[in-house]
């Protein structure tokens, strides 16, 4: 059978969970910013500033994984079809 270890599968499928993971971030900051404003009757100022911290915070993770992903692409080796192609 296959083996299924972190060398295994291809580089570009640990970074399909970044838009999950950004959609989380805004969402779950949203959720508190709204029960912040249902808690202390603050609204809109709660889901606003949820939704800044979310888009914030989505955006750093994002900016990270996009920048991890550039080294690894910098850092691979030349495959034999690229080798054939030069």
């Known amino acids: 059978m296959g083996e299924t270890g972190p060398q295994k599968t291809p580089p570009w499928t640990r970074h399909l969970g970044v838009g999950v993971e950004f959609a ?3 969402g779950g900051f949203v959720l508190i910013g709204w029960w912040v404003d249902s808690r202390w009757e603050t609204a809109p100022w709660g889901i606003l500033i949820g939704m800044v911290l979310g888009l ?3 955006m750093y993770n ?3 994984a996009s920048l991890s992903a550039f ?3 910098e850092k691979k080796e030349p495959t034999d079809r690229d080798k054939h192609q030069e």
Do not use: C, I, S, T
Request: aromatic content about 8%; cysteine-free.
């Open 62 to 64: 994002l900016v990270k």
């Open 71 to 73: 080294k690894q692409y």
């Open 24 to 26: 989380g971030a805004v």
């Open 56 to 58: 914030v915070g989505g």
